[in-house]
């Protein structure tokens, strides 16, 4: 914090005093997340000064305005200094006065425009050019206020100017403390006020000019640093600062901004420097309160994965000892993956993969024997569920410490048989479940059996609607355009056939199929042919014709092929070959549209995901074709055109795919989805009264999952018209089943 800075005195700082103006900035920048920066000639020299610690001040979340006398050339600069008229000169930023300044920088300066140009790419630092409307008085000092959120202090230097209009070494500084008298208090205040307008452009004695291609030119010419790149780079500027010099007040803050530096670089912290959402602390707060317990229903793309691993941080900054550990289980090595990449965002290290792909029993069992005997060690364990209850794990798991937390992928897999047998020996007591469909109506038993591990039920310790997520901007809003296809004539054929023998299964007192191994037989067989139907693929190279027509590509298109029903939630689902037959019809269809059209599968013998990822996030590829493998934690916020060709049932898989669709995108304001509904046409056959019921509740639960769509989209009005007939024809109401929806 800013008052535990050790200030000179007298306020003053001097050029060649034990009291440097670098001493100055560098303590300042370490302590602060706030600069309001008011800087005379945005030259070399000038800059200089502000150079280290800055990268210290961006990890602190720190947050610039700045205002710049509209000045970059040695020839503006000359000009002044020889008394020319401002009003001969001409102020308009050139691209040329960039690239010749960055030619001038020494490594301090070139430093100090990388921090500029990550703060630009952040959205952190909003800069205005200012030049007097009188022909002289070009203000030469710096000045401005350092804020660390509580205290302030406000500074100004001065600098003397040689013939050649070059900063010389001869600076003098003078500061004032918010925390020392009111009269401080009100001098800062006083300055801020003058700063605030300035800089909100009220001020009557200066004209303000363009600044946006100059902040385009320094985020591309100094933008290729990550955080940790700058603070590393700065930690080499601060040696070579430190060698040169042996004044020992600046050395003493060259060793304090070394340790804050390696600190930061060496323990977690949450990933985006503007840190967790209110919504996430609400999260960790609730599942505090709840006994350390508790499953979060939270809707895809809301940021599940950052939520639980920020549970991790926060006890990992209230532990006595500074450790984390946690034991996260997933259902596949593809997540397996994937949360490995989310925990080193967190700068999380000791991390163990555990699934059948890895060799992990090793680096496991030297790191639980420091453990006994006793080291405190941090660790990440990510396994698969397969291999969790497997007996070569459990006889290490037994041995986690107990205060490590247990983070449950999709907690729904808990409740699957073996995992069960497992869950007796289970001595972790934080636990935290992740869902985005925690209750599941076709899945009674596996809600039951989550919300008694983790100690919770409805509403949960934490939900996060899509309905939520959309309405605050944390989702994108949507269009939504169901499709009825129709069934080919041997395809109804069949349908039929199957249908008249569940018929002979069906308890029409009841409203329901008896329960037996015979008719989840016969549905499966059923649904087989409505997913699989043969004119989804003409439907799907219509909708994507008209696609491209009216767009010219078809760039950031996703399209879900139909997969088979058996597809199980293994640690590495692969496609058969009648699968992989039809990713490959439909990719060819696709293709077929305009030969300028890109398109790459992406299935489970896919190699390069993340460089297909990468290529379609740039639009170099136009539509990535996949079965099951994008449900799979992919991250893809560009795609923005999706088709549902699976006639899923399941309400997580299209509540997952749907939110895989709406994730946010900096260049994408609206998510577009085609779902194709398939919808026998019994048009001129005849149907007995009790066939009639039958039919109706199974064309009811497809349209659930159209109703849960159409309800959150922006065009719902749309598929109230588009299923107006089929609607009427089976006596449904899309908002009832809607309604019906919500309630259970």
């Not at 800089?199 to 320094?218: N, T, W």
């Not at 940790?228 to 070579?240: A, M, R, T």
């Not at 008209?546 to 058996?566: A, I, N, R, W």
């Not at 293709?591 to 890109?598: F, M």
Request: glycine residues 4%.
């Amino acid at each position: 914090m800013l008052q535990e800075i050790t200030f000179p005195p007298s306020g003053e700082y001097q050029t060649g005093s034990d009291w440097e103006p670098v001493v100055f900035h560098m303590d300042v920048l370490l302590e602060s997340n706030h600069l309001d920066l008011l800087l005379g000639y945005f030259s070399s020299s000038a800059i200089n000064v502000l150079a280290l610690g800055f990268a210290k001040f961006l990890s602190n979340g720190g947050k610039v305005r700045m205002v710049i006398n509209h000045i970059l050339s040695e020839k503006d600069k000359e000009a002044i200094l020889k008394g020319q008229s401002t009003s001969e000169m001409a102020f308009n930023f050139s691209v040329e006065d960039i690239f010749r300044l960055k030619s001038l920088l020494n490594e301090y300066g070139k430093h100090f425009f990388d921090c500029l140009a990550w703060l630009i790419s952040a959205n952190k630092i909003t800069i205005k050019a200012i030049k007097p409307k009188s022909d002289y008085g070009i203000a030469h000092y710096k000045s401005g206020v350092f804020s660390d959120g509580k205290e302030s202090v406000k500074f100004k230097s001065s600098c003397n100017y040689t013939a050649s209009g070059l900063l010389t070494n001869l600076e003098e500084l003078s500061i004032r403390c918010s925390w020392k008298s009111s009269e401080e208090v009100c001098a800062i205040q006083e300055y801020q006020n003058y700063y605030d307008n300035i800089f909100e452009g009220h001020a009557d004695f200066a004209e303000y000019l363009p600044i946006q291609d100059v902040e385009a030119i320094i985020r591309n010419e100094f933008g290729d640093k990550n955080l940790s790149e700058l603070l590393i780079q700065e930690k080499e500027l601060l040696k070579k600062k430190r060698e040169q010099s042996q004044k020992p007040q600046l050395r003493k803050t060259i060793e304090k901004a070394n340790t804050m530096i390696e600190t930061y670089l060496s323990e977690p912290r949450f990933p985006y420097p503007s840190g967790a959402r209110d919504y996430q602390m609400d999260a960790y707060r609730k599942w505090v309160e709840n006994g350390y317990q508790g499953i979060f229903g939270m809707a895809t793309g809301t940021g599940k994965t950052i939520t639980s691993l920020n549970c991790v941080l926060e006890e990992f900054r209230r532990s006595p000892e500074k450790s984390y550990r946690a034991l996260i289980l997933v259902p596949t090595i593809t997540l397996v993956e994937q949360w490995e990449k989310e925990a080193r965002s967190f700068n999380y290290s000791h991390i163990i993969k555990i699934s059948s792909k890895s060799e992990w029993e090793r680096e496991l069992s030297g790191l639980l024997t420091y453990i006994r005997f006793g080291g405190s060690q941090s660790f990440i364990l990510i396994s698969t569920y397969a291999s969790f209850y497997r007996q070569k794990f459990q006889s290490h798991f037994k041995k986690l410490p107990d205060d490590t937390i247990l983070i449950a992928d999709e907690g729904h897999n808990i409740a699957s048989p073996k995992v069960l047998e497992a869950l007796p020996q289970v001595h972790l007591k934080k636990r935290i479940g992740l869902s985005a469909t925690p209750k599941r109506i076709y899945d009674p038993s596996g809600t039951a059996a989550m919300e008694e591990f983790f100690n919770d039920s409805e509403p949960y310790t934490y939900s996060f609607s899509m309905e939520r997520a959309i309405e605050e901007g944390v989702l994108c809003q949507y269009k939504y355009f169901p499709h009825l296809v129709s069934l080919t004539p041997s395809e109804l054929e069949e349908y039929v056939r199957i249908s008249q023998k569940l018929m002979k299964l069906f308890d029409f007192k009841m409203g329901k199929f008896k329960e037996s191994d015979l008719v989840e037989k016969l549905l499966l067989a059923r649904k087989r042919v409505i997913h699989k139907a043969a004119n989804k693929l003409e439907a799907t190279r219509d909708i994507l014709q008209q696609h491209f027509l009216e767009k010219g590509d078809l760039k950031f298109t996703f399209v879900y092929v139909p997969e088979g029903l058996s597809a199980a939630d293994d640690e590495q689902w692969t496609e058969d070959e009648e699968e992989l037959r039809l990713i490959n019809q439909y990719s060819l269809a696709i293709g077929n549209i305009h030969p300028k059209i890109i398109i790459s599968q992406f299935t489970s013998a896919t190699k390069d995901r993340d460089e297909i990822l990468k290529q379609f996030q740039r639009g170099d590829i136009h539509v990535v074709a996949s079965m099951k493998c994008l449900d799979e934690g992919v991250d893809m916020p560009r795609a923005e055109f999706a088709i549902f060709c699976s006639s899923t049932g399941n309400p997580r898989q299209f509540i997952q795919r749907r939110g895989r669709v709406l994730r946010k995108h900096p260049d994408k304001h609206l998510a577009v989805i085609h779902d194709l509904v398939v919808v026998p046409n019994f048009e001129g056959m005849s149907m007995d009264e009790e066939t009639f019921k039958m039919e109706r509740k199974l064309v009811q639960k497809e349209l659930e999952r159209v109703a849960h769509f159409a309800f959150m989209s922006i065009n719902r009005n749309y598929t109230l018209e588009a299923l107006e007939s089929i609607c009427q024809y089976y006596d449904l109401n899309l908002h009832t089943i809607h309604q019906n929806l919500l309630s259970t």
